[in-house]
Structure formats: C-alpha cells, structure tokens
C-alpha cells in the first residue's frame, strides 16, 4: 500500500517532500546564523554604548542627545530581528505543559496537530502584522516622523520590524509544511518528546 502522501493523485511527483524538507532546513539555519549573528553584533554594540553613556553622564556630565532614543530603538530592532531565530529553534511560543501532558497519554495525533496549529497561526499573525505594516511605514516616511530627540527617523525601526515579522511569518510557514508532511507520512510517531514540546 503506497504512503498517503503518494496516494494523492501524484502529489509526490510535483512535490518532492524530501527535497523541501533539505531546504526549509538549509534556508531556517541559513537564517538562524545570519540573522542570529547580526542581532547579536548588534545588541552588544548598543549595549556598550550604552555603558559608555552611562559613564559619560555620570562622570563627565554629558550625553549625546540621540543616545537614549538610538538605544530603545536600535535594541526593539534587534530582538525584532532575533524573533525570527527562536522561530527557526521552535522556541518562540511554548506550550510545555500541554504538550507534556498529549504525549505522555499517548495522543501524539493531537500534538502533530497541536504543532499544525501553532505553526499556522503564527505564519498568519506575523505575515498579517508585517504586510499591514506597510501603511505605518509610509506615513513615518510621509511625515518625516522621527524619535523624540527628533535626530533619528522612525522609518528604518519600522522597517525593521515589518522585515522580522515577515520573516518569522516565512519561518512558521515553512514549519507548517513540514507538520503536515510529518502528519502524513506519521513521523510524528517517532519524534521524542523533546521535539514535540516547542510549539
């Protein structure tokens, strides 16, 4: 008897499941290591400069007057970006207790379901919150709007985020179909529970 996933009126030979799941695994640690990489470059370099406002406030009496703003922003951006990377892990949104408590009954069915779920809903919450976002970012850049020390622009920070929320939404999307190839051809049967906890 053929796998379901074959039995599809040639779904197989349009959709090479083996082939996706290489790239979405190539593409997600591609992902993870650049961007994971350049969030983290970029928060300890803010948060030196942060140490080194600090002590030029407290020792010298003086500070740049777009640090503060230039430290909130830059650092939101970041761990805007870095979402994306727990994303990739599958450690973004965690439902241990539920998810604990399927397996261990022996309802695996409902957590490669449960999985199915979460990965779609983040891929539509995300991508909804990065393609409306579009509209903010060209009112910032029609209004010039800038942050309260009115040195930087907001338009970059926007961007940014609609970048990391769009990206988060392709990661989700991507795991989405790998729960559902794992749903079809019943590899959720085999995961340990250690993979079936983060979702």
Known sequence: MAPLGCSLSGFCSIFDMDVFLKTSQRVKDFIANWLGLLSSIFLLVLTLFALLEIIRRYIFGVVFEWGQDGIIVGMISAVALYLCVTQTRRSHLVMNAIIQALHSRGYLKCVAIAKIFVSATIAVFCGAIGLTGWSTLTYAIDRSLMTYSLLIPLW?????????????????????????ISLVRGKYLDEQIELTTDV
């Open 156 to 180: 970059p920070f926007y961007l940014i985020l609609m970048v990391g929320f769009c990206l988060m939404a392709f990661v989700a999307f991507l795991q989405l179909i790998e729960d559902l």
